[in-house]
């Protein structure tokens, strides 16, 4: 997406639009799965000086607002993604970390139906499938 959709994007949500925000949107949508270290780069190479701290704090802001989604496996860094409101899943290289979207096998949300809820309202159910990408296989 350019600047002006995502200027749209952020002034819909009622946020401030910056530049520090239209660059990490622009980063995560031509990034997808990228760590805060990566973006950082991204950005930094498009808008100049950007502190490690500020880019934490606008990921937080994004994903708060549900505009990005941050994915986080087991054992490995944060990463983000601008695929959010919808029902996918990820498949995970247990070698190199390798990350895909994978959409859901049955189209709906089932997951989010626990056998037992302990009371909680659930809004939203992870689904990582693990295996080897064709490099990492011995």
């Not at 959709?5 to 990490?24: C, E, M, N, P």
Request: with cysteine; glycine share 8%.
């Amino acid at each position: 997406m350019a600047d002006t959709a995502h200027h749209q994007i952020l002034k819909d949500s009622g946020l401030s639009v910056t530049a520090q925000r239209l660059a990490l949107m622009d980063a995560v949508a031509a990034n997808p799965h990228a760590t805060t270290d990566e973006l950082t780069e991204v950005v930094r190479g498009k808008i100049g000086t950007i502190s490690r701290q500020a880019v934490y704090d606008t990921l937080g802001v994004l994903t708060e607002k549900g505009l990005i989604r941050r994915i986080q496996t087991l054992g490995a860094a944060a990463r983000y993604e601008d695929r959010v409101n919808d029902n996918h899943h990820h498949l995970v290289c247990r070698g190199c970390g390798l990350i895909f979207d994978i959409d859901c096998a049955t189209g709906a949300t089932p997951c989010l139906t626990a056998a037992e809820d302990h009371g909680f309202t659930i809004d939203e159910a992870e689904v990582v499938y693990w295996g080897r990408c064709p490099e990492c296989q011995p």
